[in-house]
């Protein structure tokens, strides 16, 4: 008589709901692991796309990032077949009219002390790819005074401010004498007009000896010339010193090599000027 009895309560509704709803416990639960883990994974894929835009040199890996993603994929996924499996087992058990059992937690337990393995192994990660991230992030604010490809323009980072770096360059093209024909304070000019720009001034230089057999020989590249420094501050507060590249004024006017060297001096003044 007691048979009956223990079928009834075996197989009660509230057993099934209750069956239901940690089935879909762990089916949400498996779902965020394995979304957390796509997360972690496509942010390795994130910095090392950003090292490429950056043209950073020797790019490092950021290995560790895609596996710690992986893995908890594959957790997320096997949490859901074993809650899927485990589920199936009791649905089994209720409709033999098998009596409730005592839950075990090990599936639980075990999530747990994973999920915390990981989390401590991705907080070590983050720590040491920190400095790497920050040296992406200014190479990202260098990249506002960093020289394109195909322009001409060269620039060479300077140790000092834009004021001093101006006062060395006009100091060595007197030493050299060499004329300085205007100083354009570009910043100045923008300042009493109401506007705000970063320090930024164009220096206007020449030797008449050395420019002229140049417009002789191509007279388009009076439009170059005479010499011109740029210096200039960006917003990570960085100066750099821009000039056009010899070789590529000597492409695009189309003067002859042995004119090359007289304007070649360009560039050794800017680097002087930004040591």
């Not at 005074?145 to 060479?156: C, F, T, V």
């Not at 060499?178 to 100083?183: D, G, L, R, T």
């Not at 004119?259 to 360009?266: C, H, K, S, T």
């Given at each position: 008589m007691t048979?009956?009895?223990?079928?009834r309560?075996g197989?009660s509704?509230?057993?099934?709901?209750?069956?239901e709803r940690?089935?879909?416990a762990?089916?949400?639960?498996?779902l965020?692991?394995?979304?957390?883990?796509?997360?972690i994974?496509r942010?390795?894929l994130?910095?090392e796309?950003?090292?490429?835009?950056?043209?950073v040199g020797a790019?490092?890996?950021?290995?560790?990032?895609l596996w710690f993603g992986?893995?908890?994929i594959?957790?997320?996924g096997t949490?859901n077949?074993?809650?899927?499996w485990?589920?199936?087992?009791l649905?089994r058990?209720?409709e033999r009219?098998a009596t409730?059992q005592a839950h075990?937690?090990?599936?639980?337990?075990?999530?747990t002390?994973?999920?915390a393995?990981?989390?401590l192994a991705?907080?070590?990660?983050l720590?040491?790819?920190?400095?790497?991230?920050r040296a992406?992030?200014?190479n990202?604010?260098?990249?506002i005074?960093?020289?394109?490809?195909?322009?001409?323009?060269?620039?060479?980072q300077?140790?000092?401010?834009?004021?001093?770096t101006l006062?060395?360059?006009k100091?060595?093209?007197?030493?050299?004498g060499?004329?300085?024909?205007?100083?354009v304070d570009h910043?100045g000019?923008?300042e009493?007009?109401?506007?705000?720009?970063?320090?930024?001034?164009?220096?206007?230089?020449g030797?008449?000896?050395?420019?002229?057999?140049?417009?002789?020989s191509a007279?388009?590249?009076?439009i170059?010339l005479?010499?011109?420094?740029l210096?200039a501050e960006?917003?990570?507060?960085?100066?750099?010193?821009?000039y056009?590249?010899p070789?590529?004024?000597e492409?695009r006017h189309?003067f002859?090599?042995d004119?090359?060297?007289?304007?070649?001096?360009?560039e050794a003044?800017?680097?002087?000027?930004a040591?």
């Open positions: 048979e009956p009895a223990e079928k309560q197989s509704l509230t057993d099934y709901l209750a069956a940690t089935l879909l762990w089916i949400r639960t498996g965020a692991l394995m979304g957390f883990g796509f997360v994974a942010f390795a994130f910095l796309q950003l090292q490429f835009a950056q043209h790019a490092r890996s950021y290995g560790a990032s992986t893995a908890l594959a957790a997320g949490v077949l074993l809650a899927g485990h589920h199936v087992r649905v058990r209720l009219g409730a075990s937690s090990a599936m639980a337990v075990a999530t002390f994973f999920l393995l990981v989390g991705m907080a070590v990660y720590i040491s790819v920190r400095d790497s991230a992406i992030s200014a990202v604010q260098e990249g005074m960093a020289p394109e490809k195909g322009n001409g323009i060269l620039s060479k300077s140790n000092h401010s834009v004021d001093e006062g060395k360059l100091s060595i093209l007197q030493a050299k060499v004329a300085i024909f205007a100083v910043s000019e923008a009493k007009a109401g506007l705000k720009m970063r320090p930024t001034k164009l220096v206007i230089f030797n008449p000896k050395a420019g002229t057999p140049l417009m002789q007279p388009s590249a009076a170059d005479p010499l011109k420094i210096i960006d917003a990570a507060g960085k100066v750099w010193v821009s056009n590249s070789a590529y004024l492409e189309g002859s090599a004119l090359l060297p007289n304007i070649a001096v360009v003044l800017a680097n002087a000027a040591q």
